[in-house]
């Protein structure tokens, strides 16, 4: 049992600390510890102990580690349909495939996609299933996103339903229902069909979708693609919807630069209906504006061609974050790096949206990916994200090795403006027991939080070794109950071990606890039966 001597509040000031290899196993997570054995009171200290500060430093960042999970005729995910028994196994097992590589490797974040073309991959009341993932339908009980988001939770990776917005897929021997029920919500467009934003109906209709999707799933947030105007916006048709709602403003782009803007407040403002804090997301163009100096031809932009208009949207919270796509380099990727910061940083996190497939598909070196995340963190934007998935995996062995060592020290994800408001209190009553052969259980006290805004636990180490040096770890980066399985021989090497909770809001605003829990590796061992 752990003497009161040895258990001891953390006093004194916490060192800066480098983040460092502290030779532990990621925890188990047990959802039913063994009964509560109650650990001594701390002896009392000579200093009043200060509250448990987060280990910081260069190599511990807030920091978005992204990558786009791409289902549409499964070039990321899955290349079997789910619509037998068999079909379900296989689809499976290849996404935790995916997702244990990317645990690996240091990712934190997954943009799925669930809307392509207006077919979603999952039961829906308002769009048809695509068939090109589950055929005339799913096998059983099978639900991918379900399985998806548990699948990423169980590994500390958030998931962000990826909607394509406005794009819509259609043909004659199968119309889409759209097309049938309301012919006037869409456009034809070179060869395709492009929803009309400026139409009421058709804002209500996207803003609706979305909120049926997060009463269905859990999901940590909403990332609109191809929400713009489509290509070649100067010959899209919508003429009749400008001379009918557009009259009032100074341009047509101005007005369709609010249709999008209004959108995104219409998708607010459903989901604060039904209660819902789940983040909203935009993946614009990564051109930002027209650079009055930059010396050469801009090809598109964002304001400018497709009418989007990401400042107001972060001047005026509509979204979280952006995730530009800036799939370009050298002088149309470092100006317009810097406009992001400048312009829409100052209001809401900016993550890079990287190109690795253009190493295939373009020929670039793998080089200027490196160079690229280099650039961001310098200019300091708030992350990266990669498209696509296997561009990022076994294919491509040197790209993979490139991220995997700029992801390799820890990163906690991004905490994001809205959560202050819903900080959640600090957990308290830290406490080890047995769990026998070995192993020990810490545990802790949360203080009750809203139930519609579940929380997630964060628990770092501090180890002393043998020479008096420190290192920390984030031993956990997302438990989803507040207990944690240790393995006492996982510290051997250290003189002393420190351990501190934050408790984590939906929006990853963290609440450090108020003080951390010490004990000596002998006590530690002591405690878990070992030796």
């Known amino acids: 049992m752990t ?3 040895k258990l001891l509040l953390l006093g004194g000031a916490v060192l800066a600390l480098s983040l460092a290899g502290c030779g532990t196993r990621k925890p188990k997570v047990v959802e039913q510890p063994a009964e509560q054995i109650p650990v001594p009171t701390p002896a009392p200290v000579e200093e009043a102990p200060t509250h448990w500060t987060r280990p910081t430093g260069d190599s511990i960042r807030e920091e978005m580690r992204g990558v786009w999970l791409t289902t549409v ?6 290349r079997d349909k789910a619509d037998t028994p068999d079909g379900v196994r296989r689809q499976k097992e290849s996404l935790l495939r995916i997702l244990d590589r990317l645990q690996a490797d240091g990712y934190n974040t997954v943009f799925l996609q669930l809307r392509h073309s207006g077919t979603v991959i999952y039961p829906s009341d308002y769009e048809p299933l695509s068939t090109r993932f589950a055929g005339e339908g799913f096998f059983g009980d099978y639900d991918p996103v379900r399985f998806a ?13 990826w909607l394509v917005t406005y794009p819509l897929s259609s043909s004659k021997r199968a119309p889409h229902p759209i097309l049938t029920d309301h012919p006037g919500w869409a456009i034809p467009h070179k060869g395709s069909y492009h929803l009309d ?3 009421p109906e058709v804002r209500s209709y996207i803003a609706h979708l979305t909120t049926d999707l997060v009463r269905r799933y859990p999901v940590d947030g909403v990332h609109f693609d191809y929400f713009r105007y489509p290509e070649g916006a100067e010959q899209f048709a919508d003429g009749g919807t400008y001379m009918r709602y557009g009259s009032e403003y100074e341009s047509k782009s101005a007005w369709r630069r609010n249709n999008l803007t209004q959108q995104l407040r219409e998708v607010r403002d459903s989901l ?3 209660g819902s804090h789940a983040l909203v997301s935009v993946a614009p163009l990564g051109k930002l504006r027209k650079i009055a100096d930059l010396g050469r031809s801009h090809g598109w932009t964002a304001y400018e061609s497709v009418h989007q208009d990401p400042e107001t949207w ?8 952006i995730v530009p796509m800036m799939y370009y380099r050298d002088d149309l990727y470092s100006p317009f790096l810097r406009e992001w910061k400048e312009q829409v940083a100052r209001y809401i996190p900016v993550v890079a949206g990287l190109a690795p497939y253009r190493v295939e598909e373009t020929g670039w070196p793998e080089t200027v990916i490196e160079e690229q995340i280099a ?3 310098e200019v300091g934007l708030s992350g990266v994200c990669f498209f696509r998935e296997v561009h990022t995996g076994a294919r491509f062995p040197a790209t993979r090795r490139i991220i995997a060592e700029a992801f390799r020290p820890t990163a906690l994800p991004l905490a994001f403006a809205r959560g202050k408001a819903f900080q959640a209190a600090a957990p308290t009553e830290l406490a080890l027991k047995p769990a026998g052969r070995g192993e020990v259980v810490l545990s802790w006290q949360q203080p009750e939080a809203p139930k519609h805004l579940p929380l997630t636990w964060r628990l770092w180490v501090i180890t002393t070794d043998e020479s008096g040096a420190k290192h920390a770890t984030l031993l956990a980066p997302r438990l989803t109950s507040p207990q944690c399985k240790l393995v006492a021989s996982d510290f051997n090497g250290s003189s002393s071990i420190e351990f501190g909770v934050e408790a984590v809001n939906t ?4 609440t450090p606890c108020t003080s951390a829990l010490t004990i000596s590796l002998p006590d530690l061992k002591a405690l878990a039966g070992g030796k």
């Open 507 to 510: 929006f990853g605003v963290a």
């Open 149 to 161: 988001i548990e699948a990423c939770h169980a590994r500390g990776l958030s998931l962000h339903a």
């Open 375 to 377: 650039e961001e963190r």
């Open 73 to 78: 005729y499964g070039l990321d995910w899955p």
């Open 197 to 199: 934003p400026g139409r």
């Open 3 to 5: 003497s009161a001597k």
């Open 314 to 321: 972060g001047r005026e919270g509509l979204v979280d974050f």
């Open 272 to 274: 604060q209906s039904i």
